[in-house]
């Protein structure tokens, strides 16, 4: 657990170091493969999401931990994220991995473990919602919610058409991942309690 934090570091280290360059590459140099398909950001993206599921997947078999499956929502949001960034129908993988990590074999698989955390919640639905309430105010909690803004704004510099709005919205993903990873290492270093009052 204490090797969280400086990987923490250390990955956002890398990925600040990874933004100056590209930006770098594509204002001074003109060259514009840093944020093509398959390159520099999208490659940063990919491992720094495969770090984050690492992180959060360390809470679920420690036995005291009663906001397992609020780390289980975050590893399938981060599969969810990395099967969206990795193009597995064009990997060198086995029919079976293609089938069900992209297209609609994706979305059921994904659809199908949010519908049964879904059902152990709603077996616990008070417990949860107060759970949920306190990670909302929590710091892992606010930094992942500051990760989703990101995100959005990613979103929008890819659906606005202006000079190189491809590089800013590959940007904003892998700045919104690193910041998704500072909120994996608060949550596995710091485990949610709920409140509930009688």
Same mark, same amino acid.
């Given at each position: @657990?204490?090797?969280?934090?400086?990987?923490?570091?250390?990955?956002?280290?890398?990925?600040?170091?990874?933004?100056?360059?590209?930006?770098?590459?594509?204002?001074?140099?003109?060259?514009?493969?840093?944020?093509?398909?398959?390159?520099?950001?999208?490659?940063?993206?990919?491992?720094?999401?495969?770090?984050?599921?690492?992180?959060?997947?360390?809470?679920?078999?420690?036995?005291?931990?009663?906001?397992?499956?609020?780390?289980?929502?975050?590893?399938?949001?981060?599969?969810?994220?990395?099967?969206?960034?990795?193009?597995?129908?064009?990997?060198?993988?086995?029919?079976?991995?293609?089938?069900?990590?992209?297209?609609?074999?994706?979305?059921?698989?994904?659809?199908?473990?949010?519908?049964?955390?879904?059902?152990?919640?709603? @077996?616990?639905?008070?417990?949860?919602?107060?759970?949920?309430?306190?990670?909302?105010?929590?710091?892992?909690?606010? @930094?992942?919610?500051?990760?989703?803004?990101?995100?959005?704004?990613?979103?929008?510099?890819?659906?606005?058409?202006?000079?190189?709005?491809?590089?800013?919205?590959?940007?904003?993903?892998?700045?919104?991942?690193?910041?998704?990873?500072?909120?994996?290492?608060?949550?596995?270093?710091?485990?949610?309690?709920?409140?509930?009052?009688?």
């Amino acid at each position: @657990m204490k090797l969280l934090t400086p990987l923490a570091i250390f990955t956002e280290s890398v990925i600040a170091l990874a933004i100056v360059w590209s930006g770098y590459s594509v204002f001074v140099l003109q060259d514009f493969g840093v944020f093509g398909e398959n390159h520099l950001l999208e490659n940063l993206q990919a491992v720094t999401l495969l770090t984050v599921l690492a992180v959060y997947l360390v809470p679920i078999f420690q036995a005291h931990r009663t906001d397992k499956l609020l780390c289980m929502f975050f590893v399938w949001l981060t599969i969810g994220f990395l099967l969206r960034e990795i193009d597995v129908d064009e990997l060198n993988v086995h029919d079976f991995f293609v089938k069900w990590g992209a297209g609609s074999g994706r979305n059921l698989l994904l659809a199908l473990a949010l519908a049964v955390m879904s059902v152990m919640a709603l @077996m616990r639905l008070r417990f949860y919602l107060d759970l949920a309430k306190q990670f909302l105010v929590s710091a892992p909690g606010v @930094m992942a919610l500051k990760s989703g803004v990101l995100l959005i704004a990613g979103d929008i510099c890819e659906k606005v058409e202006f000079t190189h709005h491809v590089f800013f919205e590959e940007v904003f993903e892998l700045v919104a991942y690193a910041v998704l990873l500072r909120a994996a290492t608060l949550l596995a270093r710091h485990k949610i309690d709920p409140k509930i009052t009688t």
